[in-house]
T-cell receptor, first 113, second 114 residues
Framework: GQQLNQSPQSMFIQEGEDVSMNCTSS?????WLWYKQDPGEGPVLLIA?????ELTSNGRLTAQFGITRKDSFLNISASIPSDVGIYFC?????????????FGQGTRLTINP | ETGVTQTPRHLVMGMTNKKSLKCEQH?????MYWYKQSAKKPLELMFV???????ENNSVPSRFSPECPNSSHLFLHLHTLQPEDSALYLC?????????????FGPGTRLLVL
C-alpha cells in the first residue's frame, strides 16, 4: 500500500532549538494529521489539516498542508524536554475509504538538556 | 486521556494460549479500529468496524479474531500466536465513515508472545 516518507527518522537537539520534520508522498492526500507518541502510550493527535495550503498552529507547534497535497511539515519552536517522543504524520487518500489512515514511520525526537 | 481505554496494558502469553484484548471508547464514536505497531515499522491497520459491522480486514491471519458487540466496545481475540506477533496493539475510534475524521488512540496493549 501507499506509504508516507517521513524525515528525518531521528533528531538529537538541544533544549530551546527549533525542530522541523516533514512527510512526502507520491500520491495526493485529502487530510494530513500529526500525532505524538510517548513511550508506552498510544499516539495523541496534535494537529489536523484538511485543506491544501492550510497552515495551523497549536501552541509552539505549526503544521502545513502542502499546496500540491503530497506533503506536510511540522515545526516545533523553542523545544522543551516534554517534546521528546515519536512524531507521526498520517493522512487520508482519496478513494481509499474515509477510515484508511496511512502512517509515516515516525520521527524520534531526543532533546539534550 | 483520549477517551479510549485498553486493557490489559501488558500481556505475556505462550503460543498455545488464548487471550483477549479489550478496547472501550467513551467518545460516542461509531467507528473503531485495531492497529499493530511493531518496532521501526509504520502503524499497520488490522481491522475496522463501523456501526458494529466489520468493514475492513487488512489480510490479517485468522489467529487474530475481532469482535465488536456494540459501538463502544471492541475486542481482539488471540489464539496460537507466533513470536513475531509480539507488538503494541492499538485501538482507535472515530466519529463515522463519511467524513475524513481524525482517529483517537488508546494507550495500547504491549503483547509479548513466548
Amino acid at each position: 500500500g501507499q506509504q508516507l516518507n517521513q524525515s528525518p527518522q531521528s533528531m538529537f537537539i538541544q533544549e530551546g532549538e527549533d525542530v522541523s520534520m516533514n512527510c512526502t508522498s507520491s500520491s495526493i492526500f485529502n487530510t494530513w494529521l500529526w500525532y505524538k507518541q510517548d513511550p508506552g502510550e498510544g499516539p495523541v493527535l496534535l494537529i489536523a489539516l484538511y485543506k491544501a495550503g492550510e497552515l495551523t498552529s497549536n501552541g509552539r507547534l505549526t503544521a502545513q498542508f502542502g499546496i500540491t497535497r503530497k506533503d506536510s511539515f511540522l515545526n516545533i519552536s523553542a523545544s522543551i524536554p516534554s517534546d521528546v517522543g515519536i512524531y507521526f504524520c498520517a493522512g487520508h487518500q482519496p478513494f481509499q475509504g474515509a477510515q484508511k489512515l496511512v502512517f509515516g514511520q515516525g520521527t524520534r525526537l531526543t532533546i539534550n538538556p | 486521556e483520549t477517551g479510549v481505554t485498553q486493557t490489559p496494558r501488558h500481556l505475556v502469553m505462550g503460543m498455545t494460549n488464548k487471550k483477549s484484548l479489550k478496547c472501550e471508547q467513551h467518545l460516542g464514536h461509531n467507528a473503531m479500529y485495531w492497529y499493530k505497531q511493531s518496532a521501526k515499522k509504520p502503524l499497520e491497520l488490522m481491522f475496522v468496524y463501523n456501526f458494529k459491522e466489520q468493514t475492513e480486514n487488512n489480510s490479517v491471519p485468522s489467529r487474530f479474531s475481532p469482535e465488536c458487540p456494540n459501538s463502544s466496545h471492541l475486542f481482539l481475540h488471540l489464539h496460537t500466536l507466533q513470536p513475531e506477533d509480539s507488538a503494541l496493539y492499538l485501538c482507535a475510534s472515530s466519529q463515522d465513515e463519511e467524513a475524513q475524521e481524525t482517529q483517537y488512540f488508546g494507550p495500547g496493549t504491549r503483547l509479548l508472545v513466548l
